[in-house]
């Protein structure tokens, strides 16, 4: 399952985390580790939940509007995951 949050670009991420981790936590259908998304429209940051141990662990925080272009990088986990 992969859940993806978007909230006003002018919140922080962290306002969009519970929700996503309630979407991935509800899903039984199997207990391998999930995948999920939170973005606020321009930053982006991915989110592994492991349900049978109850933690989950957080990328860091990737934005579209960095000089270095983290764009590519988004783009090549997103590929990876699905």
Do not use: H
């Amino acid at each position: 399952m992969a859940s993806v949050e978007a909230k006003n670009s002018q919140l922080s991420l962290s306002v969009g985390l519970p929700q996503t981790l309630a979407y991935m936590a509800s899903d039984k259908q199997t207990n391998q580790p999930k995948y999920g998304l939170v973005t606020n429209g321009t930053d982006l940051q991915f989110v592994k939940l492991d349900t049978e141990v109850g933690l989950y662990a957080l990328s860091r925080a990737y934005s579209l509007n960095n000089p270095g272009n983290d764009l590519y990088e988004v783009v090549s986990v997103l590929r990876t995951i699905s």
